[in-house]
């Protein structure tokens, strides 16, 4: 049985859930369809020592502003999957779990999503899947000859996991200096190796700048102006407090990016060698947009062609929450409320 509906939001994080606040609030039909078995998205999966940028204030999705977290300035990840799953009670969102989307059909007039659940056939479809489900890993020789453990970022949760062995983490942003600060105030010999010197923010600098900066760029853009290079141009990782004492504390050097792995550690070009029990690359993602393969609107680069939101080459599909090119910091939780309001108001006025 194929189900009809105004809207299919593809994906129940973060994104998911501002879009179907702003589709509510354009009286619109519309159904979340979630892969996860509890609400969260990608939240559920953080490492345990993960705090936000921001305090809970300037944390928060369209409409209901987060919670403080008792004695924490900035909340742990165990927090907002909490405050997610009040949002989808509080707002009554239509969330289905799990459901996993196989693809997206253009058919005829509509576009028919199949599932695992059965399909659904909508005016307008919302992807919002996010880029925690295909971290990346880059092509380093070697990584088929090393011995040791290689896990991404996604399969970090705590020290304890690499007690008392050597670790090397690759990666200079957030998350490479988050669990290697993790990790350096551990028993665990850490190595943390970065493509380039680290540069840290200054120590004042946290998500409520950042998202200003980030709206500065976007406005500086759309008015023809320079780039302004938005947040690259402060540094690369948040002075988070547990960054802040690994550093201050001198345990947070980082020395170059290794040339090569071997059976038991890694290797520079210089060659000079150092053991290691595990690599985790802490090495990004790219878009999960697998299940929009049927529309073929990829381009070489792996993106989709978008304005503002709106895919250019489909004009019935939104993208939201991937990063920059659909919506400036539309991949933080306070970010994604205002393209996910610009693409709601685009979907009612096609579907009226």
């Given at each position: 049985?194929?189900?009809?509906?105004?809207?299919?939001?593809v994906?129940?994080g973060?994104?998911?859930?501002a879009?179907g606040?702003?589709?509510r609030?354009?009286g619109?039909?519309?159904?979340?369809?979630?892969?996860?078995d509890?609400?969260?998205?990608?939240?559920?999966?953080?490492?345990?020592?993960?705090?936000?940028?921001s305090?809970?204030?300037?944390s928060?999705?369209?409409?209901w502003?987060?919670?403080?977290?008792?004695?924490?300035?900035?909340?742990?990840?165990?927090?907002?999957?909490g405050y997610?799953?009040?949002?989808?009670?509080?707002?009554?969102?239509?969330?289905?779990?799990?459901?996993?989307?196989?693809g997206?059909?253009r058919?005829?007039?509509r576009?028919?999503?199949?599932?695992d659940?059965?399909a659904?056939?909508?005016?307008?479809?919302v992807?919002?899947?996010?880029?925690?489900?295909?971290?990346f890993?880059?092509?380093?020789?070697?990584r088929?000859?090393?011995?040791?453990?290689?896990?991404?970022?996604?399969?970090?949760?705590n020290?304890?996991?690499?007690?008392?062995?050597?670790?090397?983490?690759?990666?200079?942003?957030?998350?490479?200096?988050?669990?290697?600060?993790?990790?350096?105030?551990?028993d665990?010999?850490l190595t943390?190796?970065?493509?380039r010197?680290?540069?840290?923010?200054p120590?004042?600098?946290?998500?409520?700048?950042?998202?200003d900066?980030a709206?500065?760029?976007?406005?500086?853009?759309?008015a023809?102006?320079?780039?302004?290079?938005?947040?690259?141009?402060?540094?690369?990782?948040?002075?988070?407090?547990?960054?802040?004492?690994a550093?201050?504390?001198?345990?947070?050097?980082?020395?170059?990016?290794?040339?090569r792995?071997t059976?038991?550690?890694?290797a520079?070009?210089?060659?000079?060698?150092?053991?290691?029990?595990?690599?985790?690359?802490c090495?990004?993602?790219r878009?999960?947009?697998?299940?929009?393969?049927?529309?073929?609107?990829?381009?070489?680069?792996?993106?989709i062609?978008?304005?503002?939101?709106?895919?250019?080459?489909?004009?019935?599909?939104?993208?939201?929450g991937?990063?920059?090119?659909?919506?400036?910091?539309?991949a933080?939780l306070?970010?994604?409320?205002?393209?996910?309001r610009?693409?709601a108001?685009?979907?009612?006025?096609?579907?009226?």
């Amino acid at each position: 049985m194929t189900r009809r509906t105004d809207v299919v939001v593809v994906g129940g994080g973060q994104a998911g859930l501002a879009a179907g606040y702003h589709l509510r609030r354009q009286g619109l039909d519309f159904t979340i369809l979630d892969a996860q078995d509890a609400p969260g998205g990608a939240w559920r999966r953080m490492w345990e020592s993960l705090r936000l940028f921001s305090p809970a204030a300037h944390s928060s999705l369209p409409g209901w502003p987060m919670p403080a977290q008792p004695g924490e300035t900035y909340p742990d990840a165990a927090h907002v999957v909490g405050y997610l799953a009040d949002y989808e009670k509080r707002y009554d969102l239509p969330v289905r779990r799990p459901v996993r989307v196989h693809g997206v059909h253009r058919d005829e007039e509509r576009l028919r999503v199949e599932t695992d659940s059965g399909a659904w056939s909508a005016r307008a479809v919302v992807s919002a899947t996010g880029t925690w489900w295909r971290p990346f890993l880059p092509a380093v020789p070697g990584r088929e000859v090393f011995r040791g453990g290689q896990p991404h970022t996604t399969g970090y949760r705590n020290p304890g996991q690499f007690a008392g062995r050597r670790v090397v983490v690759v990666g200079g942003g957030n998350s490479g200096a988050q669990i290697a600060a993790d990790l350096a105030l551990a028993d665990v010999d850490l190595t943390w190796v970065t493509a380039r010197p680290p540069r840290f923010l200054p120590d004042h600098i946290d998500g409520r700048a950042l998202f200003d900066v980030a709206t500065a760029r976007r406005r500086a853009l759309e008015a023809g102006l320079d780039d302004t290079g938005g947040v690259a141009s402060l540094g690369d990782i948040v002075a988070v407090p547990p960054v802040r004492e690994a550093r201050d504390a001198g345990l947070l050097k980082a020395s170059p990016m290794f040339a090569r792995l071997t059976a038991d550690g890694v290797a520079w070009a210089d060659g000079t060698t150092a053991g290691a029990d595990a690599v985790i690359w802490c090495t990004g993602f790219r878009p999960a947009l697998s299940h929009l393969a049927p529309l073929r609107l990829r381009t070489a680069r792996g993106h989709i062609r978008t304005e503002g939101t709106r895919a250019l080459d489909e004009a019935r599909l939104h993208l939201l929450g991937y990063g920059d090119w659909t919506g400036p910091a539309s991949a933080t939780l306070i970010g994604t409320g205002r393209p996910a309001r610009d693409a709601a108001a685009e979907i009612a006025a096609l579907v009226r």
